[in-house]
C-alpha cells in the first residue's frame, strides 16, 4: 500500500469580514461576551425535555456530506422525496417520517452511483488515500485506510474494531472474487451509504455527569445536531475529532467550536437550507404559470426567484450581519439576466448586486418574485394566498382552511363583473363563514396588488387603477412600501424566526410547553440585534439544545420474532439465498 | 438423469464465473402455449388505483340507467369505449362521523383507508394498496409502483402510515429509467449473464441487515417502527439483488417500451397534465405486463388539483368555486370541461390494459383497478354523492359494465370488495360509521 494523502483539510474557520475565528482575539472575545451574558441576563428557563430525534438525510444533507468527503465533483443525480411538512417545517417532518421501500430503492441507486464515481479510473487517484499493491486483488490495509477514514465522517462516528474488521473483509472477499480491488472498495461503500446510520441522523443520549438524574445528548449526536443545523451537512473532521476527545460537553470548548462553526463559509450553506424550508420553498420544485398570460415566466424565472431571495438572505443575515427584520425593507438584492425582464430592468450576464431605488414599490422580501409568484395562482394573483402565506410562514399564525358549506351565492353571479381583485375578494366578506379568516388575510394581500401572478409590477387591473391600502394588525398603509413596514416592526416577525430556527435546530417542533423557552431566546435575539448568527449561537449553546429526555419505549424488550435475514419469496416459492 | 431444472442449472453456472447462457437451447425455460409464467403459475392477479380530483356535476355524469348497458351522459360520455370493461358505482357516502369536513382530503381518505381523518395530517392505518401490497406484493421487483400526472412528488395517494407517504414518480423519464433502465433483468432476452458483482452487492447488503439488533437498542419504541420499515425496505432490496442473479421465467406479453430520452412539459396546463398521464400509464402498463409489480397507483389529479386550461384564469379547483352556475345548462361549465379531460383519460388508463394480449384475454382481465375522487359535488364540498369506478375482472373474480347506485353507503363498500377479490378474507373494513362487512355483491363473480 501506498499513501497517496489526497484527503482535503478540514475547512478552516474563516471570521466573517476576513478576521480568522480561531485567532484568540476573537475567541476571546466571543467567550467573554458569552459569559457575561450569561452573568448578567435571565436565566434560561426550564422546559419539558424532548427525547432524542431520529430522522431522515435530506437530499442536500446527503449531497453536502458527501461534498465533504468526496469533493463536489461527485454528482448525485437523483432528489430523494421530501418527508411530509410538519408544523411548519420539513425538518420537523424528518423526525417523523419512515422510508418506504421505494425510496430505499433510491436511496441505493445514488449510492451505487457514487461508489461507482469514486472508484472510477479518472476519480480513485484523488479520493483514495493510498495505492493497492495491486489493483486485482485484495489489499487489507488500503482498504483499511481508506474505510476508516470514510465510513468515520458518513456515520459520525469511528467505526469499531470489529466493524472495520468486517468492512475489510468484505471489501477483501469482493476484491479476490472479482479480480478487482476498486470493485471491493465500491461494494462495501454502496453498503455503507444506505445502511441506517447513514440515511438517518440517529441520537442517542447517556447521563449527565453534572446531573445523573438528567439526560444530554452524547457527543456524537451533539456534534450531528449541531452540524446539521449549521452546516446542514454531517459533522467534519474538526468536530469529529473534539467529540472523540471528550471535550464537547465543555462548556467553554463547545463555545469555541461553534464560534469556529458560524465563522465557517459553510455556515452560509446552513441558513440556506433553513430558510429554503422556512419560506416552504420546495414549492419551486413543481412551480408553474399560464404561459399564454405570463408567457415570460420561465423555468429559468423559476430557478432564479428562489435563488435570488436566497442571495438576499444570505448577504444580509451572514455576510452583513444585518437585522433580520430589515430583511422585509431591504431594497438590496441580487438580479440575474432570467429576472431582469419581470423586474422591467435590463439585463446583465450573471447575477449582480441590485439596489431597488427609493421610490420603487419593490422592497423586501414580500416584493421578491419568489414571494409573489409562488403564492399566486398559475393565470392570476391571489390576495388571500399572499396573505396567508405572510401569516402562516413569517408569523407562524395558523390560518384555518376555508369551512366546507360556504354558500358560494354571492360568486355566483353571472353578470358580476370585478374589475380588480379587490372587488372580488370583497366578496368573500358577505359571508360571515368565510369573512373571518379574509379579514385577516385579504387586507395584506390586496397590498402586493401592484404586483401581477408572476410578480411583474402593474398599475392597473383590466384598465381599472389599483387600489393597495391594507392593514396588518390594525396597522394601516397605502402600498406594499407599508406593509413591509408593517411587517418589519410587528413583534411577531422575529419571534416567528425564534420559533423556527429552535425546532428546525432540535429537530422536532416547539411545543406549548416551550413558550417560556421562545420568550427567553426572542428576548435575547432582540438583545443581539436580531442578528441570525447570535440567534444562532445563543440556540446551540442553551442547555435545551443538548439536554433530552428518554426515549418512551427504550427499555422495552426487542420483539424476538423479526429475523435479521428473513426468507426470501421469489416467484411465490421460498427461496433459500 | 436427473431432469434439469432451470433454476439448478443457472445456480450452477453462477458458482464461479460468470457465463452467458443462450436460452433458446434450454427448452425448459418456456412453457408449451406461452399463455401463462413458464413456471406453470397462473397469471398473477394485480391491484391498482386510480385518483382524480374534484368529483362531477352529477346532473351530466350519473347515468340514469342501473345496471348493465348504462347510458352516458355528457360528462362521462368519453367512457363508451370502456364501458364494458369498468363499474360506475354512484351515489357514495364519506361519513366523517365526529370529525370535520376536510375539503379535497376526508372523501379519499375515507375510500382509501376506510376511516375519516381528524386533521390534515391524519391517515389512520394504511391506504388499501400498502395493505394489498403487504399481502401480493412481495415477489416482484418492486413491491409496489406509484406515479402521477401532477409533475408534483408530494402529490400522493398512497401512505405507509401518516407521516409515510409513497412519494410518486412525478418525472416520465425517472419513471423510464428506473424500470427499464440498465438494471431491468429483461424476462425475454435471449440470453441471460448472471453478475457476480450483483452477488458480491447483495452480500455487502446483507451485512447491513444485521445491524438491525444493535440499533433497535438505542431507540424508543416509535422509532423501532420507522427502524422496522427501513429494513423491511433493505429486504426487498436483498431480494431485488436476488432475482437479478436468476434468470426471470419469459413472459409473451411483455414488451419493452420505447425509450423515453426527455421529459415532456412540466406546466399544469391540461394537455401537459394528459401528455404526462399517457407515458406514466403506458410506462406503468408495462412494468405489470413484465410482472414488475403486482401493485401499482396512479395520482391523475391532487384534490386541490391546480390543472389550468390556457387563457382562462382560474385553475380547476378555484374553478369549481368561483365559476358561477350557467343559468341554461344548469352547471359550471368550466369545471365541466376538465371532469371530462379527467373522464377521457380514465378512459385512456384503462384501454391501455386492453392493449396487452395475456393468456386468453388481456392484461385488464388480470387487474382490479379501484379509483376514487375526493367530493361528490365539488363546488359544495360533499362527502355524498361521491362516484367510484372500478375497472377489470381480477382474474374473472369481478363482473364488469355495471352502473350500481350505492345508496349512500361508504365507499369503503368498494374498497372492501377489493380487498376480498385480492384474497384477503377479511370479515369486515373501516371504522366507524365506514365499517363495513358488505362487498358490492354485484360485481363479484
Redesign the interface.
Known amino acids: 500500500m501506498t499513501l497517496t494523502g489526497r484527503r482535503a483539510a478540514p475547512i478552516e474557520g474563516r471570521a466573517r469580514g476576513g478576521k480568522t475565528a480561531g485567532t484568540p482575539g476573537r475567541a476571546l472575545l466571543v467567550l467573554v461576551a458569552g459569559l457575561l451574558a450569561g452573568c448578567s441576563g435571565t436565566p434560561e428557563p426550564a422546559v419539558p425535555l424532548a427525547p432524542p430525534h431520529m430522522r431522515v438525510v435530506t437530499t442536500q444533507q446527503y449531497l453536502n456530506t458527501l461534498s465533504y468527503v468526496f469533493g463536489t465533483s461527485i454528482n448525485l443525480g437523483i432528489a430523494f422525496p421530501p418527508p411530509p411538512r410538519t408544523e411548519g417545517l420539513l425538518a420537523s417532518g424528518a423526525a417523523l417520517s419512515g422510508v418506504t421501500a421505494s425510496q430505499i430503492e433510491l436511496f441505493q441507486r445514488a449510492a451505487n452511483s457514487i461508489a461507482n464515481q469514486v472508484v472510477s479510473p479518472e476519480n480513485r487517484a484523488f479520493l483514495i488515500p493510498c495505492t493497492p499493491a495491486s489493483s486485482s486483488r485484495a489489499d487489507h490495509e488500503c482498504a483499511k485506510t481508506f474505510l476508516s477514514q470514510t465510513s468515520r465522517l458518513l456515520q459520525r462516528r469511528p467505526l469499531s474494531d470489529a466493524e472495520l474488521s468486517g468492512y475489510v473483509a468484505q471489501a477483501g472477499a469482493t476484491a479476490d472474487q472479482l479480480g478487482d480491488f476498486y470493485k471491493g472498495i465500491a461494494v462495501v461503500l454502496e453498503s455503507l451509504l444506505v445502511s441506517p446510520e447513514v440515511l438517518f441522523i440517529i441520537e442517542t443520549s447517556e447521563p449527565d455527569p453534572n446531573d445523573p438524574e438528567r439526560l444530554r445528548l452524547d457527543a456524537y449526536s451533539l456534534a450531528s445536531r449541531l452540524s446539521f443545523f449549521l452546516w446542514n451537512a454531517a459533522p467534519d473532521d474538526m468536530l469529529l475529532k473534539v467529540a472523540e476527545s471528550g471535550e464537547l460537553h465543555n462548556k467553554r470548548k463547545l463555545a469555541r467550536v461553534v464560534d469556529t462553526m458560524l465563522a465557517s463559509p459553510r455556515l452560509e450553506v446552513g441558513v440556506r437550507a433553513f430558510f429554503d424550508d422556512m419560506f416552504a420553498f420546495d414549492i419551486f420544485d413543481s412551480l408553474s404559470k399560464d404561459a399564454t398570460v405570463y408567457p415570460y415566466f420561465t423555468g429559468a424565472v423559476v430557478a432564479d426567484a428562489r435563488e435570488q431571495t436566497l442571495l438576499t438572505v444570505v448577504d444580509h443575515l451572514v455576510r452583513k450581519e444585518l437585522d433580520y427584520r430589515d430583511l422585509f425593507t431591504t431594497r438590496s438584492t441580487f438580479m440575474s439576466a432570467a429576472l431582469a425582464p419581470i423586474y422591467q430592468l435590463p439585463a446583465e450576464v450573471g447575477w449582480t448586486a441590485h439596489e431597488f431605488p427609493t421610490d420603487s414599490p419593490r422592497q423586501g422580501l414580500l416584493t421578491h418574485v419568489s414571494f409573489l409568484a409562488s403564492h399566486s395562482h398559475p393565470g392570476r394573483s391571489s390576495p388571500t394566498l399572499r396573505g396567508k402565506a405572510l401569516r402562516e410562514l413569517l408569523l407562524c399564525q395558523i390560518v384555518p382552511p376555508p369551512p366546507p358549506d360556504v354558500d358560494f351565492s354571492a360568486l355566483n353571479n353571472p353578470d358580476a363583473h370585478y374589475p380588480t381583485q379587490r372587488e372580488r375578494v370583497a366578496a368573500h366578506l358577505q359571508n360571515p363563514s368565510c369573512a373571518g379568516c379574509h379579514r385577516i388575510t385579504d387586507p395584506i394581500g390586496l397590498a402586493l396588488e401592484n404586483f401581477d401572478g408572476a410578480g411583474r409590477f402593474r398599475d392597473s387591473e383590466g384598465g381599472s387603477p389599483i387600489d393597495t391600502s391594507g392593514d396588518l394588525d390594525g396597522k394601516e398603509f397605502t402600498d406594499s412600501v407599508g406593509l413591509a413596514q408593517s411587517l418589519r416592526d410587528n413583534p411577531g416577525l422575529p419571534r416567528c424566526l425564534v420559533q423556527r430556527v429552535y425546532s428546525y435546530a432540535s429537530g422536532s417542533a416547539m411545543k406549548p410547553t416551550d413558550r417560556v423557552l421562545l420568550e427567553y431566546l426572542t428576548a435575547q435575539f432582540s438583545q443581539d440585534g436580531y442578528k441570525l448568527p447570535e440567534l444562532m449561537r445563543t440556540v446551540v449553546l442553551s442547555n435545551a439544545f443538548s439536554a433530552v429526555a428518554e426515549s418512551p419505549g427504550i427499555d422495552e424488550p426487542l420483539e424476538p420474532g423479526v429475523p435479521v435475514r428473513q426468507q426470501i419469496v421469489l416467484n411465490g416459492q421460498p427461496h433459500q439465498p | 438423469m436427473k431432469k434439469a431444472n432451470r433454476r439448478a442449472v443457472l445456480r450452477g453456472m453462477l458458482n464461479g464465473t460468470a457465463v452467458t447462457v443462450a436460452l433458446p437451447l434450454l427448452n425448459c425455460f418456456l412453457n408449451d402455449n406461452g399463455t401463462a409464467?413458464a413456471?406453470g403459475?397462473p397469471i398473477p392477479v394485480r391491484f391498482g388505483t386510480w385518483g382524480w380530483g374534484l368529483g362531477m356535476n352529477s346532473e351530466i355524469f350519473v347515468p340514469n340507467k342501473i345496471g348493465a348497458d348504462f347510458d352516458l351522459p355528457e360528462e362521462i360520455s368519453a367512457l363508451s369505449s370502456v364501458r364494458k370493461h369498468i363499474n360506475l358505482i354512484t351515489n357514495t357516502t364519506a361519513f366523517r362521523d365526529s370529525y370535520?369536513?376536510?375539503?379535497h382530503y376526508s372523501g379519499w381518505v375515507i375510500a382509501r383507508t376506510g376511516a375519516a381523518p381528524k386533521d390534515?395530517?391524519d391517515i389512520r392505518g394504511e391506504t388499501i394498496d400498502v395493505t394489498i401490497s403487504n399481502r401480493i406484493g412481495?415477489?416482484t421487483r418492486?413491491?409496489?409502483?406509484?406515479a402521477t400526472a401532477?409533475?408534483?412528488?408530494?402529490s400522493t395517494y398512497s401512505y405507509?402510515?401518516r407521516?409515510?407517504?409513497?412519494?410518486p414518480e412525478?418525472s416520465p423519464l425517472q419513471f423510464y429509467t428506473?424500470l427499464f433502465g440498465p438494471e431491468y433483468p429483461d424476462p425475454n432476452a435471449t440470453s441471460f449473464t448472471p453478475d457476480?458483482?450483483v452477488m458480491?452487492?447483495?452480500?455487502?447488503?446483507?451485512?447491513?441487515?444485521?445491524?438491525?439488533?444493535s440499533?433497535?437498542?438505542?431507540?424508543?419504541?416509535?422509532?423501532?417502527?420507522?427502524?422496522?420499515?427501513?429494513?423491511?425496505?433493505?429486504?426487498?432490496?436483498?431480494?431485488?439483488f436476488?432475482?437479478r442473479l436468476?434468470k426471470p421465467?419469459p413472459i409473451a406479453a411483455c414488451r419493452l417500451p420505447g425509450e423515453v430520452t426527455a421529459d415532456p412539459a412540466?406546466?399544469?396546463?391540461q394537455d401537459a397534465v394528459s401528455d404526462r398521464h399517457r407515458m406514466m400509464t403506458d410506462l406503468m402498463v408495462m412494468a405489470l405486463a413484465c410482472d414488475q409489480t403486482r401493485v401499482f397507483n396512479m395520482g391523475y389529479t391532487a384534490g386541490f388539483a391546480?390543472t389550468?386550461k390556457?387563457?382562462?384564469?382560474?385553475?380547476h379547483h378555484?374553478a369549481t368555486?368561483?365559476e358561477?352556475?350557467?343559468?341554461e345548462l344548469g352547471y359550471q361549465p368550466m369545471s365541466s370541461w376538465f371532469t371530462r379531460h379527467a373522464m377521457a383519460d380514465w378512459a385512456y388508463f384503462v384501454d391501455a390494459f386492453t392493449k396487452v394480449k395475456e393468456g386468453d384475454g388481456t392484461l385488464l382481465d388480470n387487474v382490479f383497478i379501484y379509483a376514487t375522487t375526493d367530493h361528490g359535488y365539488a363546488?359544495?364540498?360533499s362527502l355524498d354523492g361521491i362516484p367510484v369506478f372500478t375497472a377489470g375482472r381480477a382474474g374473472g373474480r369481478a363482473r364488469t359494465g355495471l352502473h350500481i347506485d350505492a345508496k349512500a353507503t361508504s365507499p369503503t363498500r368498494v374498497g372492501y370488495t377489493a380487498l376480498r377479490l385480492m384474497g384477503l378474507d377479511l370479515p369486515s373494513w373501516g371504522a366507524d360509521s365506514n365499517n363495513t362487512s358488505s362487498p358490492i355483491s354485484e360485481i363479484v363473480v
Not at chain 2, 401532477?150 to 408530494?154: F, I, K, N, Q, S
Not at chain 2, 412540466?266 to 396546463?269: I, L, N
Not at chain 2, 390556457?310 to 385553475?315: F, I, V
Open positions: 409464467l413456471s403459475a370535520q369536513n376536510l375539503c390534515r395530517r412481495g415477489s418492486f413491491r409496489s409502483l406509484t401532477t409533475a408534483d412528488v408530494r405507509v402510515d407521516n409515510t407517504p409513497n412519494a412525478w428506473r457476480p458483482l458480491a452487492r447483495k452480500s455487502a447488503l446483507s451485512g447491513v441487515l444485521e445491524q438491525r439488533q440499533l433497535m437498542r438505542r431507540v424508543g419504541s416509535e422509532d423501532r417502527a420507522r427502524l422496522d420499515q427501513y429494513f423491511t425496505g433493505l429486504r426487498h432490496l436483498e431480494q431485488q436476488q432475482q436468476e421465467e412540466m406546466g399544469q396546463d391546480s389550468i390556457p387563457g382562462y384564469e382560474k385553475p378555484t368555486h368561483e358561477p352556475v350557467d343559468g363546488r359544495t364540498h
